[in-house]
């Protein structure tokens, strides 16, 4: 008796436990990037000579954050040559820096640059290609330069006849749209297509539109396939498993890099020199905050950075929350805290901005909910022509 009502009573709490328990749902799946379907695309690289566009982030972080190079060259797929955009193969150079042709220790595959002089790649480093995979962790935003890059593998793949098939990812800020649109006239490797600061596509959506809006030189198009991802919708917070450069190391600073990135065309350091660039700013004067810190060279983030070893005062916004969404605050906190006016801003702002109306609405003194209103209807023509291209919906 004894035992039938233990029994009984480990019955009980186990079927009380199951009713407690919710079911397995769609969000409780793994996220599998397009580089770990490889049924979707492996059958397309049998006897194929392939390129591979990619860096410290073409990873599979559901196979032990496997890099998909060696998965290819595990699986027998003819990988010739890699191509590597802004920051190299380990992800180690500063922006901006050189980035060398060289030989990739672990595979012996050479490695080209697509940085400096050579953005795109020559018709004679694809000649002997059939297919070029992209697979670069993209941050969702205009002026990271790893959408400009995938626009010139596109266009030169077109232009030689070659096949791009792209492993897409997440884009941790995925879930809105936001800021000014590109004007014709400003487009720059920091901005080459008539697209919002922060614009909502994965990078497989955006080669899409790349390729359905005829942007590509000449309005070619380029044989395109895209491997999505799975288990994925753009409402889900994505914390990407390798930082995607070397000074967007942590999520708060993907967060935060829309709205900081600003002040890359300004006076003001955005903390680069810093183990938390862009998520600090300040200038070496006292009004601009009570935080401090001291810009130093840090091999491998920032050789150089602005202010360099100058004690800048400002404000830390560590604090911030994850949901954080692109804002002009800070911007138009530090620009009235200089009271510089126009020598607040530095050549490079009206290219990081895509047009030259954000200056001048800063200096004629409007507030973001004024700019903001400016934005509208060009927002609102983007989000109709965006609609077509979309994977996850």
């Known amino acids: 008796m004894k035992q039938t009502k233990n029994s009984f009573l480990i019955y009980f709490l186990a079927f009380s436990l199951s009713l407690c328990t919710p079911p397995a749902t769609f969000s409780q799946q793994a996220i599998l990037t397009g580089a770990e379907r490889s049924d979707l695309y492996l059958p397309m690289l049998a ?19 496997k890099h998909a190079v060696d ?18 193969f380990r992800g180690t150079a500063d922006a901006g820096e050189k980035v060398d042709n060289s030989i990739d220790q672990k595979t012996g595959l050479p490695i080209i640059s697509l940085y400096g002089n050579n953005k795109k790649p020559s018709a004679a480093q694809i000649a ?11 941050v969702g935003i205009r002026f990271f330069t790893y959408i400009s890059t995938m626009h010139y593998v596109m266009e030169a793949c077109a232009e030689q006849g070659k096949k791009v098939i792209i492993f897409d990812r997440p884009n941790p800020n995925g879930s809105y749209i936001d800021g000014p ?8 490797f920091v901005g080459m297509h008539n697209i919002p600061i922060v614009h909502g596509l994965t990078v497989g959506e955006l080669a899409k539109m790349i390729n359905g809006e005829k942007w590509l030189k000449g309005g070619l198009t380029v044989d395109l396939e895209v491997i999505p991802v799975s288990n994925w919708t753009r409402d889900m917070a994505y914390s990407l498993p390798v930082k995607p450069s070397p000074n967007l190391p942590n999520d708060l600073a993907i967060k935060l890099y829309p709205s900081m990135c600003f002040f890359e065309g300004t006076v003001v350091s955005l903390g680069r020199g810093t183990l938390y660039p862009f998520q600090v700013y300040g200038y070496p004067d006292p009004k601009f905050g009570k935080f401090q810190f001291t810009p130093v060279s840090i091999d491998g983030m ?29 911007l138009l906190e530090a620009y009235t805290k200089s009271g510089m006016r126009e020598k607040f801003f530095n050549n490079f702002f009206n290219t990081l901005a895509g047009t030259d109306e954000l200056k001048k609405q800063i200096l004629a003194g409007k507030t973001e909910n004024e700019i903001r209103e400016s934005w509208k209807a060009g927002l609102e023509e983007y989000k109709g022509k965006r609609e077509k291209y979309l994977i996850y919906k």
């Open 128 to 138: 002997d290609l059939d297919v070029v995979i992209f697979d670069l962790q993209d």
């Open 71 to 88: 998965f290819l060259l595990e699986k027998g797929v003819q990988v010739k040559k890699v191509f590597v955009p802004e920051h190299g």
């Open 181 to 188: 649109m590109m004007k014709p006239g400003f487009e720059s």
């Open 302 to 330: 920032s050789k150089t950075p602005p202010l360099q070893d100058k004690l800048c005062y400002g404000r830390d916004l560590r604090a911030e929350s994850l949901d954080h969404q692109f804002t002009l605050e800070y």
């Open 47 to 65: 006897g194929k000579r392939v390129g591979f566009v990619g860096n410290q982030t073409s990873i599979m972080p559901q196979s032990a954050n």
